[in-house]
């Protein structure tokens, strides 16, 4: 399959070069990175290896069977704009935070998928992608169900040899995601720590406790999503990628702007909507929009 993955950071480089052993691949991203893969390939090393050939481009090629969308949450209105004139079969949106899908769906005119994704990876230099945790993607239509098209993709991966699950429940996995981004992401960027890191101890008590308050957000708003389950899919996360740098913690090691308000911030506004208390959360939300602020970038 003709398959173009944009957004070409960490995830998405690693997503991009595994279905590049196997499909047709254009990677969309910026330079240094871009120049690197089209001089001398991608290399992918830690828990996969190999060295792929995909296509790089600084912009949207003319047609794709299948885009994946991997660029940051407050990038996904450009994502859907640069993807418009793109001629596509589907859209599917491998992101952090929420309401990515109706930012795409709203632009383009195929049907947009959602998914999951739990691989940890990170870009060490141009031109290199490691991955640090073989995870999980789970993919399906945002509103739950399933349909031909998500089995299709969803085979498309799995050729790839990508652990894939097609799931009925999507609008359940992505709260369950959220719940661990807010715990994970938050804990290991403003602590400092790998993601092993948030298992126990404070920093687990933290992130368990960020993760809990975006369960009862999610029960307020009619998803079934105990406590002991977000913090179930939160260790269990944890675990696979315990030696990743989460994205938000490689955000503030590069003076990179984070996904705070799709993740935190989506928590404490939904929770103030619904008379949830997210007293973690909003201190989490506060402390990195106060660095990000200090950076200049925002
Ligand atoms: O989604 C992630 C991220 O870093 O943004 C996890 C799964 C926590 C991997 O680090």
């Known amino acids: 399959m003709d398959v173009l ?40 090393t830690g828990d996969a290896e190999a060295t792929v050939r995909p296509t790089a481009r600084l912009d949207a090629p003319e047609s ?37 899908e109706a930012v795409l769906a709203d632009r383009l005119e195929c049907p947009v998928l959602a998914g999951t994704c739990t691989y940890g990876a990170v ?20 509103e739950g169900g399933t349909s031909a098209l998500v089995e299709r993709v969803g085979q498309v991966f799995e050729a790839a040899s990508v652990a894939t699950a097609v799931v009925d429940d999507m609008p359940a996995r992505l709260v369950e995601k959220l719940a661990v981004n807010a715990g994970i992401n938050a804990t290991t960027a403003l602590a400092r720590l790998e993601n092993g890191a948030v298992i126990g101890g404070d920093a687990g008590a933290l992130a368990g406790a960020a993760a809990r308050e975006a369960a009862a957000v999610a029960r307020a708003e009619g998803i079934d999503l105990s406590d002991r ?17 989460s994205s938000m913690h490689q955000d503030l090691l590069a003076g990179r702007r984070t996904e705070v308000d799709a993740i935190n911030g989506y928590v404490v506004g939904r929770a103030d909507e619904l008379g949830v208390d997210a007293p973690v959360n909003r201190t989490f939300a506060r402390l990195l929009r106060a660095w990000e602020a200090g950076q200049g970038l925002r």
């Open 64 to 100: 794709a069977e299948l885009a994946v969308v991997c660029v940051k949450s407050f990038d996904t209105g450009a994502a859907a704009t640069a993807l418009a004139d793109c001629a596509l079969d589907a859209c599917l949106s491998v992101q952090n935070g929420m309401g990515n």
């Open 229 to 245: 389950a977000a913090e179930r899919a939160l260790e269990s996360v944890a675990a696979d990628t315990a030696a990743n740098t």
């Open 5 to 44: 993955v944009f957004g070409a950071g960490s995830l998405g480089s690693l997503l991009g070069g595994l279905l590049a052993r196997e499909h047709e691949v254009t990677l969309v991203g910026r330079d240094p990175h871009m120049r690197a893969i089209d001089e001398g390939g991608l290399h992918i």
């Open 123 to 142: 870009r060490p230099e141009p031109g290199t992608v490691r991955c640090t945790g073989i995870g999980e993607l789970t993919i399906g239509p945002p």
